[in-house]
T-cell receptor, first 115, second 113 residues
Framework: AQKVTQAQTEISVVEKEDVTLDCVYE???????LFWYKQPPSGELVFLIRRNSFDEQNEISGRYSWNFQKSTSSFNFTITASQVVDSAVYFC????????????FGTGTRLQVFP | SAVISQKPSRDICQRGTSLTIQCQVD?????MFWYRQQPGQSLTLIAT?????????ESGFVIDKFPISRPNLTFSTLTVSNMSPEDSSIYLCSVGTFGGIQYFGAGTRLSVL
């Protein structure tokens, strides 16, 4: 069965700390996409990254970095030197089998960054 | 990316009434989706809105309760019918793009009294 697990329900850090959000997925597909989205208090989901199953290179974008490991079915997200503006709920998502247009979302991790 | 406008942004409704939510995109898109996000929960797909044909509903969601229109490639509506307090949620529309990336509207926060 397709499944996305975000075991961390809520994380609190102090500004400038590094924080890693975990994402573990299950899929029977060999070709799939993984995503991270950010949902700030305003409610809109903001797309952060898409990774396809054949590309295991880590990616860095400013303070954000992603670690994709097929061997452990994980796609973890690290924020370096966190800021108050990073406070949001972060969702990991997986494309459905045979229909990459549809997404399966994890339950989300609420990140609170305190000044 | 796409710019998605969703209206209303929030509403408070009485039990038994219906609310229609609009989703307007700034470019033509094939795939549009409607999601429900119950308080503190993840996103659940309600249906895929197909232009020119009936929407495709996910298990647990029916057309009588959540009728959807998709009159053209830039617009869709979702109606929440005969509302009850259990329908209090955030409703989000999204558009699908190449490679499965979805872009979302700001959502409609619905409270049913």
């Amino acid at each position: 069965a397709q499944k996305v697990t975000q075991a961390q329900t809520e994380i609190s850090v102090v500004e400038k700390e590094d924080v890693t959000l975990d994402c573990v997925y299950e899929t029977r597909d060999t070709t799939y996409y993984l995503f991270w989205y950010k949902q700030p208090p305003s409610g809109e989901l903001v797309f952060l990254i898409r990774r396809n199953s054949f590309d295991e290179q880590n990616e860095i974008s400013g303070r954000y970095s992603w670690n994709f490991q097929k061997s452990t079915s994980s796609f973890n997200f690290t924020i370096t030197a966190s800021q108050v503006v990073d406070s949001a709920v972060y969702f990991c998502a997986l494309s459905e089998p045979y229909n990459t247009d549809k997404l399966i979302f994890g339950t989300g991790t609420r990140l609170q960054v305190f000044p | 990316s796409a710019v998605i406008s969703q209206k209303p942004s929030r509403d408070i409704c009485q039990r038994g009434t219906s609310l229609t939510i609009q989703c307007q995109v700034d470019s033509q898109v094939t795939m549009m989706f409607w999601y429900r996000q119950q308080p503190g929960q993840s996103l659940t797909l309600i249906a895929t809105a197909n232009q020119g044909s009936e929407a495709t509903y996910e298990s647990g969601f029916v057309i009588d309760k959540f009728p959807i229109s998709r009159p053209n490639l830039t617009f869709s509506t979702l109606t929440v019918s005969n509302m009850s307090p259990e329908d209090s949620s955030i409703y989000l529309c999204s558009v699908g793009t190449f490679g499965g990336i979805q872009y979302f509207g700001a959502g409609t926060r619905l409270s049913v009294l």
